[in-house]
Structures are given as C-alpha cells and as structure tokens.
C-alpha cells in the first residue's frame, strides 16, 4: 500500500488494528463502538466551532466584531458557553407536561444523531452501508418534527406552541421538496445506498470530476435541495419558528440551562447532516475536486465541502431578509413542488437523449424557462426597484 | 425467536395499549409513535428493512403528525370535564377481547409449518422492479387514490365560503 | 411455539387492542388511531408470512403491504378532514355527541 492510501485509510486501518485485541466474540458490538464514537466526537466538536465562526460571521457582514474575550481571537468562546448552560439552573414550568418536557430535547438529539449512520465520510468511512440508507435518512429526519412538537407542546406556553405548529408546518412542507430533490439522484444511480452513489461520482474527465451537480438536473436539484435543507433546520432566512419580535425563541421559550444547549445542538447536527447528505448526493461525497488532488485524503475533502456550505449558510443568514409565513408557504407549495417535479422529468429526459450538446440545451431550457414563469408568478405583478433610503437629516 | 423480538413485541404493545387507554389525547398520540417504531423494528427484525423504513416515515413523519394536528385545531388535548371512554367502553372492550380469543384459538390450534429458509436478503432494486412491472397497475391506482384523498381532504376541510353580507 | 406463530399472537393482539379503542374511545380522532392500528395488525401478518412463507423472492407480502401503508395514509389523511370538518359543525370531537343526523 502505497503512502497517500495508508493515510487515507489511517482510521479504518486503526479500527482494525484495534479491534485485533477484542476477543472474538465480542468484535461486532466492538466494531460499532469504534465506528460511531468517532462520529459522536468529531460532529459535537464542528458545532462548537461553527457557532464561534457564524458568531464572528454574522459580526463581520454586520460590521461588528462577535466574540474576542475568551482565548485567542475569542475562539474558546464554545468552551465557556457550554460551562454556562451546565451551570444554569434548569428551569421547568410548574403547568409543563415534565415528562414529555423531559423527553423532546433528548429525542431530538438521538434522531439527529443517528441519521450520521448512513454518511460517508471518507472512502470506506461509514458507519453502516444500508441498501436503503436514503429512504432511512428521510425517515429518521421525519423523528425531529415530532421532537419538536413534543417540546412546543408540553410547555404549555402560548409562544411555544405557536412555535411548535410553525416549526411543524414548515418541516412537513419543505421535506417534500427535500425529498423529490434528492429523487433525481437515485434515478441517476439506481441507487438508495449513499455509499454507492458517492462511488458513482468518483471518475475522472480529463481532470475534472463527475459529480451530479455538474449537470443541468444535478445543479437545479443542489439549489432546490439547498433551499429546503435551509428551510429543514429552521435557518434564516426561513427562520420563522423563532422571532424576536413575534414569538421569541419559538418552541424551546421555556428550556433553560442544558436542555436548551441540547436543542442548539440537535439544530446543527440537523443542519450538518443535511449539508452532508447534499455533499453525498450532489458534490461528490468523499471525491477531490481535480484528478490531481487525489492523493489528498477523501476526509478531508468531506469536511472541506462541509466547511464550505457551512460558510455559505452563514453568509445567507447574514444577507437575505426573513420571509413571511404565508410566502414561506407559499414558496414551498408554488415554486418548490412545481420545480423538483419538473427537474424529476429533466432528469429522466437526460437519461434517454442521445449524449451531446442537445441534450444540455434541451434540459437547461427545460428548467430555465419554467424558472422564469414560477418567478413571475410568485412576484404576482408586483414591481420590484431598489429601495431607496432615507436616512435622519 | 430471539430475545430482540420479544424485546420489540413488549415495546409494540405497550405503546399501541398506552395509545389507546391514556386520558390526554397527545399522550396518546405519543405513544402510539413507540408503538410504530417497535413495529418498525419488528419489520427490520423480520427482514423487511424497506417496510420497515416506509412504515416509520409514512406513520410517524405523516400520519402521527397530522393527528397531532387535528388534535390542536379541535382543542381536544385540553383539560377533560367528560371522560375519555365513551359510555359503551365495556361492550367495546368485550368483544375486542372475545375476537383476541377467537384469533388466539384459531392461531394455535392451526399447525403452521414455517419454512425455515434463511432470512431472505431483499434489495430495493428488487422492490423496484416488482414494482414497476407485475404491480404497475395497483401502482397507478395508488397513486391516484392518493391525488383523490389529497383533493378530498382539501375540500372536506375547507371552512365554507363566507355568505357576502347583503 | 415456532416463529410464526408468535408473530400471528402478536398480531392479533394489536389487532384487538385497535378494535378496543376504536370501539371505546369517545375522542373521533383516537378512533381513527384505533383503526390505523388494526390496519398495521394486517401489514404484520403480511409481512410474517412472507418471511416465513415457501417463496419470499415473489415479494407479495412486501408489496401488499407498501400499497396497504399507502392507502392508510390516504385514510388517515380523508378521516381527519372529515373530522375537522365536523368539529367546524359541532365543536366538538366527542362521539357520543354526534348521535343526530340533523346538523
């Protein structure tokens, strides 16, 4: 085994190595162990740092600093919140349902944990390879709605229960979408296991690779499933569930200390796994961007994309104004549904046109144009011009 | 039958029994998504990781949520001045126990002879091409069943238009 | 007892418990989840004879019971429409209400 392919597969070689010391009986429960403790470390730790990044993000667009106290250029930051919320004293409502008020934060967590199972995140790298690992992805993301219902609910407040339906609503009306984007990939490869599609994105042309995204169908499904992973985590600007000036904190209002660092958590893990899967499905998983880059190893290339859209939802966040609810809604049900059933179609008619430059122009044609009318339908002859400012003499 | 299965059996029928004896009805609610997700297992247990998959995502995704819905827009979850069994609850549980005997009579005085096979490995492209070919007709008409109910559910939930004032 | 069996028991146990609660709850809603319930009892009994029936490669267990959780979805979908569109009448979900046919 040559060097570069040694330290691509340090982990797996590690496990085995390790697992050589287990008595046989006991390997299978070992091997899981070691499969999923590394996950359960390296994903926690990324939360941390995301939220000192989109911290000191959101102060950069807004032209402020974010945080710069504690450690160098504030980035221990993570460290002293998460000694606050342990040390906060955890307040539950006298009239709050305690057990169920108990149970939703941790079953947000475990479901958005245990959707990491079916990720690769790196060659050789996942967890469990299941022949439908998609279908399980959606299906265990459908378990954070209920979570977040459950803790809307057995608050017993005003705010969070509106929160809670809000939250609920949006979730059911943009995995819909979510799901009918990620359709097209399985078209593409025939495929329902995650590890298969990324091997199906690993070759080469002339340097340059054959991730989905790079087709007409494969760069509509990326944006369409973009936006309805922004909308899934509940991140601006579909931030609805939560508003200062309407509803506060939304669902989570009256969770203090822990449990409501335990909700921040399951919120990135969601957004995480998510952005992994769209790295999976459309950005080539584990696979380097150039054939000459490949001697880098194929984690890093993961986390690196992972990094990347994190950095671009921080930018979104910090850019676009909020929607409205009824526009949320009507976004989903208006523009969302139409498009990922119409890129279904394009995808379909990529796979049957002959190979060449028709069917690029027949397939980009055939999203652009309804692009066009969807947009003038939802601007609904309103006339849009730059505001103009008028500023306190 | 391994230990895993019973495991799973319990967790089924307490959630399904909590569903249906619990006073609050998002309690019920609650329990009842235990209940679909030790039904859940219970396919994967048996083999049917497809099922197993649809059932949670089509029962807790779409139809635990829906119920968790309906119960806030009719205000039934609030503090209950009635009970929650209706007034006919003993006939009911009656004969749901004397069909539970009927069955569990007829079941184990039948003599079932499993085919002790090993655990068939289905793939999704299998489910895909059975699918597409031999069940394409009832696929269609599923699919249309669905647009339907979609359409029906719509228009029965639909407030009634407001009569313009005179 | 052989799996098969145990698996029939278990089925028709969730089966009487959904009838029980169809037939006694006073909640319309609750009664609909009763009969969600005794449709999954079906879906059990499917896919147990499948697994240990003579030829699991024809997949009819499978099958039935995907378009049987289809068709259950679109119940519960029509059923609560229906519920709600008779909370809107008769502000209330409680069956033992709904004992007129005069609205």
Redesign the interface.
């Known amino acids: 085994m040559t060097t570069p392919d040694t330290i691509d597969q340090i982990f797996v070689i590690t496990k085995h190595w390790l697992l050589g010391y287990v008595p046989a009986p006991l390997q299978p429960i070992a091997s899981a162990i070691l499969s999923v403790l590394p996950v359960m470390g390296v994903f926690p730790l990324l939360f941390a740092i995301t939220t000192v990044l989109e911290r000191k993000g959101l102060g950069r667009i807004q032209n402020r600093y974010g945080p710069n106290r504690v450690g160098p250029a504030g980035f221990w930051q993570p460290a002293a919140d998460g000694i606050k919320s342990l040390t906060k004293e955890d307040v539950v409502p006298r009239n709050a349902d305690q057990i169920v008020h108990f149970l939703a934060p941790i079953v947000l967590v475990i479901a958005s944990f245990i959707v990491y199972a079916v990720l690769p995140i790196g060659r050789n790298m996942v967890i469990t390879d299941l022949n439908s690992g998609l279908l399980y992805f959606f299906a265990v993301g459908s378990m954070v709605e209920l979570s977040v219902f459950m803790a809307g609910w057995s608050s017993h407040s005003k705010y969070s229960l509106l929160g809670a339906m809000r939250a609920t609503a949006q979730m059911i009306s943009y995995e819909i979408p979510l799901v009918l984007a990620a359709v097209v990939v399985i078209m593409a490869t025939g495929s329902l296991s995650t590890v298969t599609i990324v091997n199906a994105q690993t070759g080469y042309t002339m340097g340059f690779p054959h991730w989905f995204v790079f087709t007409p169908w494969g760069f509509a499904g990326f944006i369409l499933f973009m936006i309805a992973a922004t909308a899934e985590s509940n991140r601006s600007p579909f931030d609805l569930p939560e508003g200062e000036s309407e509803i506060i904190a939304g669902y989570y209002i009256e969770y203090s200390g822990f449990k409501f660092a335990l909700f921040f958590l399951g919120e990135y893990l969601g957004m995480f796994a998510t952005s992994g899967l769209a790295i999976t499905l459309f950005l080539g998983g584990w696979a380097a961007p150039f054939s000459f880059l490949t001697w880098i190893p194929s984690y890093f290339w993961f986390f690196a994309k992972l990094l990347v859209i994190i950095g671009v939802f921080i930018w979104v966040r910090g850019t676009l104004p909020r929607l409205r609810q009824d526009q949320l809604m009507g976004f989903a049900w208006k523009f969302m549904l139409p498009m990922t059933l119409l890129n279904v179609f394009v995808a379909a008619a990529w796979h049957f046109l002959p190979t060449g430059i028709i069917r690029w122009a027949v397939c980009t044609a055939l999203l652009v144009i309804p692009f066009i009318v969807f947009s003038m339908g939802l601007k609904q002859n309103k006339k849009l011009q730059v505001r103009t400012y008028r500023f306190a003499e | 039958?391994s230990i895993v299965?019973f495991i799973l059996?319990a967790l089924?029928?307490t959630g399904?029994?909590a569903?249906?004896a619990l006073r609050n009805?998002v309690h019920?609610?609650l329990a009842?998504t235990l209940?679909?997700v030790g039904?859940a297992a219970?396919?994967l247990q048996?083999?049917?990781q497809?099922?197993g998959f649809?059932?949670i995502m089509?029962?807790i995704g779409?139809?635990a949520i829906?119920?968790v819905?309906?119960?806030m827009?009719?205000r039934?979850a609030g503090p209950h001045p009635?009970?929650?069994?209706?007034?006919?609850?003993r006939?009911?549980?009656l004969?749901?126990?004397i069909?539970?005997a009927v069955?569990?009579y007829a079941?184990?005085h039948t003599t079932?002879a499993?085919?002790t096979?090993p655990?068939?490995e289905?793939t999704v492209n299998?489910?895909g091409d059975?699918?597409m070919h031999?069940?394409a007709l009832?696929l269609e008409i599923?699919g249309l069943?669905?647009t339907?109910?979609?359409i029906?559910?719509?228009i029965?939930?639909m407030?009634?238009k407001q009569e313009a004032p005179q | 007892?052989?799996?098969?069996?145990?698996?029939?028991?278990?089925s028709?146990?969730?089966?009487?418990?959904?009838?029980?609660?169809?037939?006694?709850?006073?909640?319309a809603?609750?009664v609909?989840?009763?009969i969600?319930?005794m449709l999954?009892a079906a879906?059990?009994n499917f896919?147990?004879f499948?697994?240990?029936?003579?030829n699991?490669?024809a997949?009819t267990?499978?099958?039935f019971?995907?378009?049987s959780?289809?068709?259950?979805?679109?119940?519960?979908?029509?059923g609560?429409?229906?519920?709600?569109?008779v909370?809107?009448h008769t502000k209330s979900?409680?069956?033992?209400h709904m004992n007129s046919l005069k609205g």
Do not use: K
């Open positions: 039958m299965f059996a089924t029928i399904t029994a569903a249906m009805a019920c609610i009842l209940g679909f039904l219970l396919y048996l083999g049917a497809f099922v649809t059932q089509v029962y779409a139809v829906l119920a819905f309906a119960i827009m009719t039934s009635q009970p929650a069994f209706s007034r006919t609850w006939t009911g549980t004969i749901a126990v069909v539970f069955l569990a079941i184990s079932l499993p085919a096979l655990q068939p289905v299998q489910i059975t699918l031999q069940y009832p599923l069943l669905l339907a109910a979609l029906g559910a719509v029965v939930a407030p009634a | 007892m052989n799996p098969l069996t145990t698996c029939l028991l278990l028709a146990l969730l089966f009487s418990i959904g009838l029980a609660g169809a037939l006694s709850r006073r909640n809603i609750l609909l989840v009763g969600e319930l999954n879906n059990l896919i147990a499948w697994r240990y029936g003579p699991p490669a997949l267990g499978v099958m019971t995907l378009f959780i289809g068709i259950a979805a679109a119940e519960a979908a029509v609560l429409g229906i519920i709600l569109a909370y809107r979900t409680d069956l033992d």
